[in-house]
């Protein structure tokens, strides 16, 4: 393992084949991975609106029982994604833990030119004492093994009522009717 602690901050909404190579690779390259799930709505974007309670839903029904190499993540579902990263990190920093820890997030550029990663974690890049423990994990959407499927994507096809564009963007490890039942819970 490369990494004792991997974190992952995550809306999700709707979690699919991207956000699964994430958690995938997290798992194999840290002992241990922290997923913090966001359980709030998504209302923005003129793409399908889906509420956190569908989310938790269907996280407790589909995705966190059915996943595969899940022996080492803890799936935490609570406040806001990437607050829970720095409260986590402020812990461990307070206990003066001694432990390599990477946080994995897509590889997005903000409107100001700058990595998703950089906005969020500015902080953490400039503070000396994470120079030697924390890494960033960026993954590229659609480079090598990983999936080129967005978020927005998802919410447009399911907006349009896509099935098939919905249900081939899911984690592969679900099977057809999951893939079916879970299309028909967001629409709901």
Known sequence: MKYDLGLIPMSAKPFHAGHYY???KAAAECSRVKLFIGT????K????????????????????????NKENIEFIYEGVPVRNVYEELDELKTQNANISIAVYSGN??????????????????????????LTFVSVDRGVEDSPDVSGT????????YDTLTF????PSYLDDRQKIDIFNILLK
Request: glycine share 8%; no cysteine; hydrophobic share 35%.
């Open 22 to 24: 994430l958690v995938q």
């Open 40 to 43: 709030g709505n998504r209302n």
């Open 45 to 68: 974007g003129g793409t399908a609106k889906i509420t956190g309670e569908k989310m938790l839903y269907l996280w407790k029904n589909f995705y966190e029982p059915y996943m595969p």
């Open 108 to 133: 997005e550029i903000e409107r100001n030119g700058k990595s998703l990663i950089w906005n969020r974690y500015k902080r953490l890049i400039n503070d000396p004492y994470w120079q030697n423990i």
């Open 153 to 160: 994507a998802m919410r447009k096809a399911l907006s349009y």
């Open 167 to 170: 249900t081939s963007g899911l």
